[in-house]
């Protein structure tokens, strides 16, 4: 691999993805069940919902930040390190991106200071609605990503006029073959990934043996969640491989290890060493005939392998060939988790059973990691084309010197490592510190559940210190 | 009328909501310096936590804008440009997470809080010299490293550090009581008087080193229409000075100082007009076929003026003195 400028840029762009998609996944999620839970609170009354809000809204919070820092980055890094690119298709997803930061950025930003701020300054009912913005923002801004980067992997409704892409229809660039697929894969995953996150830190509490009842909403919720969107993802997950079968083939060879020009009865390998130099795969664990059963629902069925192409046009084999796998697997761990979890529901003894709570506990991580795989499997998959079939990756990326990117290769990498521990460490941090206290946030939430009524509250407060 | 001229006053207008916006929250991170105590810039960053994320989505908004409808110029600009953007968008994400971390910590609190100034300020000198630097007119798709820097682009990004500053005391000004909008009065005005020297040398600097913008500016009948604007300038950085002596007037100096900008501004757009880049491209030519600019229109006439609505709502439910009772989230 030569370190040139390209590759650099390249790397640079993998790393702050990367990096960035993490904290959408949590944030979509997290919204999510914090507009749900604020909602059962208004309804019910129950406290529980009340503190499980307050709570969350602070992991929250951070994650959006880090969320948003790094996503402004993202914007002008076409511009920087892939100008040709940026000149040859920013007719058409230059406007897609505008209406994310036109329908969904500003609609964020817009009420997050409200859903965050705003306990004081409006009544709880606009507050929710506040919070409802903010969820329903996420989502739409995830619309938009999609639409955009799915048309860079299933291009439609443009024309080429003079070495430019032009738009012929609009409907066909946004609704492009693969986008609705991609799109619910997304948000699922993106769900999943905030019912683990959920689910794991209610079970650390169980464990803990502290602020049980908040925990245990917080569990059981989860379960009912991860036991819906779990099966749910595996489901979409292989309608998803399908509509890749269909128009990336080269990417389905590659995530199955497929080497033949065309195979029938491809089996299913569990575990393989992909050798892209002599193609072919070794320590193949392999279940015959399945994966032609899986992609053509056919025991016999023919799947296109890596050979119908010539090697410059194949994609890294083995990340995509690996990330498949952790993706596969640990999505196969959810739907596990989520059907123990109803089995062992039978006497709520799902509170109590160790080895199921710290199962969940460890399983924290598993919709990052989820994420972040099903990202490599597409993103890599789609190499050497960065517009599928029309536009190469290498001749699109700015003349910069090696050094000026290396640069900015290197801070980015010392200052995200450094953003990533810090917010590691907060996030312990408030979990550590737990759930608000019920008896305190309830009479808080008595007082103030208006503007003139936060004033008086104050007053209150203020005589109070005074006559201590 | 034309699209594309209508794309190009749509990115001035973006650019000038962010410098405005994004501007005074900013500022506040370079005045860091002059307000020491934890209570000071505990007040301070309250009076911005709940807004500075919706000023900087105006950052990503222009940069959108440029990419969609100027494909050619968001390229060339971003490509030359790469180093200070990429120190800018380094500085960005540092006061970024300080909103985030800062209250949440004991022992890093000093640690966040110079984050938060140093970010601030790179941002900020950044932002100026990419400015200084495309108004001299860097020669796009040249490879050298500091093509960007020179005594000019220093100066405006010195320059763009002061006229932040100034606009962040105004704010604190409206935003605070006591010793906090004391202060930041008397800060304020020593910046007014720093602005409009840096102001007048920044105008007779531009003339110098840019044909166009001369020609533009100083060629027949042209400079009558155009005086308006730098006596504009000096009558409200007058008032300014005048607003915040003694018992400061509690939001005009705010506005004032929103008024300079818009000047500068429009001064400086209409000596570049019709150039994106000067010298090399102009908005005509950089523009996105049709089909992209036709498309976006809808969105922007009905979503802009739902985001001033609700943004404007916002501003409204937070605005007044910030409350050292207020607890956030």
């Known amino acids: ?468 | 009328m034309d699209l594309a001229l209508f794309y190009y006053l749509l990115l001035g207008f973006a650019v000038l909501m962010y410098v405005v916006l994004d501007g005074f929250d900013l500022g506040l991170g370079i005045l860091y310096p002059w307000f020491k105590s934890e209570g000071e810039r505990d007040h301070m960053m309250r009076s911005i936590s709940h807004v500075w994320d919706g000023n900087e989505t105006w950052l990503v908004f222009g940069g959108v804008v440029l990419f969609a409808a100027f494909p050619a110029a968001y390229a060339g600009i971003l490509s030359t440009m790469y180093t200070p953007i990429m120190l800018m968008l380094i500085g960005l994400i540092f006061r970024g997470v300080a909103f985030e971390y800062r209250f949440k910590s004991e022992r890093s609190k000093p640690l966040w809080d110079s984050a938060f100034f140093l970010g601030s300020s790179v941002a900020t000198f950044c932002q100026g010299t990419i400015l200084g630097a495309v108004v001299q007119g860097v020669k796009v798709g040249e490879q050298g490293a500091l093509d960007w820097l020179s005594p000019f682009s220093v100066f405006t990004g010195l320059a763009l550090m002061v006229a932040y500053a100034l606009l962040a005391c105004c704010y604190l000004v409206m935003k605070s009581r006591g010793d906090i909008m004391a202060r930041a009065a008397h800060l304020g005005r020593k910046l007014v008087v720093t602005l409009m020297v840096i102001l007048a040398i920044v105008s007779l600097w531009t003339l110098i080193a840019n044909t166009e913008v001369r020609a533009r500016w100083l060629g027949g009948i042209n400079f009558v229409y155009l005086m308006p604007l730098p006596i504009l300038s000096a009558l409200f950085g007058w008032l300014l000075y005048r607003d915040l002596d003694g018992q400061p007037h509690e939001t005009r100096p705010f506005w004032l100082a929103v008024g300079l900008f818009i000047l500068g501004f429009a001064g400086l757009v209409v000596g570049l007009f019709p150039y994106l880049i000067p010298h090399q491209l102009t908005f005509w030519q950089a523009s996105a076929p049709d089909s992209s600019l036709k498309f976006l229109l809808p969105g922007i006439f009905i979503f802009l003026p739902l985001i001033f609505a609700y943004t404007l709502w916002g501003y409204r439910i937070f605005s007044g003195k910030v409350e050292d009772f207020e607890e956030g989230y």
């Open chain 1, 1 to 468: 691999m030569d370190l040139d400028a390209a590759m650099l840029s390249r790397i640079q762009f993998a790393f702050t993805i990367s990096f960035h998609i993490i904290f959408p996944a949590i944030t979509i999620g997290l919204a999510t069940a914090i507009a749900i839970w604020e909602g059962m609170w208004l309804k019910t009354r129950n406290p529980v919902y009340f503190q499980l809000a307050k709570f969350w809204i602070k992991p929250f919070a951070i994650t959006f930040g880090m969320g948003v820092v790094s996503g402004i980055v993202l914007s002008y890094e076409f511009g920087t390190n892939f100008s040709k690119f940026s000149e040859l298709v920013g007719p058409v997803l230059g406007p897609l991106l505008a209406y994310e930061v036109l329908t969904a950025f500003f609609l964020e930003a817009g009420f997050l200071g409200i859903m965050l701020f705003g306990w004081q300054r409006v009544g709880e009912k606009l507050h929710y609605f506040a919070t409802c913005v903010v969820a329903f923002g996420t989502w739409v801004s995830s619309f938009w990503i999609i639409a955009a980067n799915s048309w860079m992997h299933t291009p439609a409704g443009h024309k080429i006029v003079e070495g430019r892409f032009e738009v012929d229809s609009w409907m066909e660039v946004i609704f492009n073959p693969s986008m609705p697929y991609r799109l619910v894969h997304m948000l699922l995953a993106a769900m999943l990934t905030a019912t683990f996150l959920i689910g794991g830190v209610s079970a650390w509490y169980l464990r803990k043996d502290r602020d049980v009842a908040f925990a245990k909403k917080g569990l059981s919720m989860a379960l009912w969640a991860a036991l819906v969107l779990a099966p749910l993802q595996v489901i979409v997950g292989d309608f998803h491989g399908l509509n890749v079968k269909e128009h990336q083939p080269i990417k389905v060879a590659a995530m199955e290890g497929i080497w033949p020009e065309t195979e029938a009865g491809a089996p299913l390998l569990l575990f393989a060493i992909p050798d892209m130099e002599n193609e072919t795969n070794h320590f193949e664990v392999k279940v015959p005939k399945v994966a032609s059963l899986i992609l053509t629902h056919s025991l016999d069925g023919e799947i296109q392998g890596l050979k119908s192409v010539p090697p410059e046009d194949r994609p890294y084999v083995p990340l995509i060939f690996f990330s498949f796998r952790i993706m596969v697997g640990l999505g196969m761990l959810m739907v596990a988790a989520a059907v123990w979890g109803l089995w062992l529901r039978r006497k709520h003894p799902q509170f109590e059973n160790k080895p199921f709570l710290l199962l969940m506990n460890l399983m924290i991580p598993t919709g990052v990691i989820c994420t972040l795989a099903g990202w490599y499997v597409a993103e890599v998959g789609r190499q050497p084309w960065v517009v599928h079939g029309l536009v190469r990756t290498m001749d699109i990326v700015t003349p910069l010197p090696a050094e000026r990117v290396l640069f900015s290769l290197t801070l980015f990498v010392v200052t995200y490592s450094t953003l990533l521990l810090v917010y590691l460490y907060f996030m312990a941090k408030l979990v550590r510190k737990g759930p608000p206290d019920l008896a305190r946030l309830e009479q808080h939430m008595l007082d103030v559940n208006a503007p003139s009524f936060a004033l008086e509250w104050v007053k209150k407060l203020q005589r109070e210190v005074v006559e201590d």
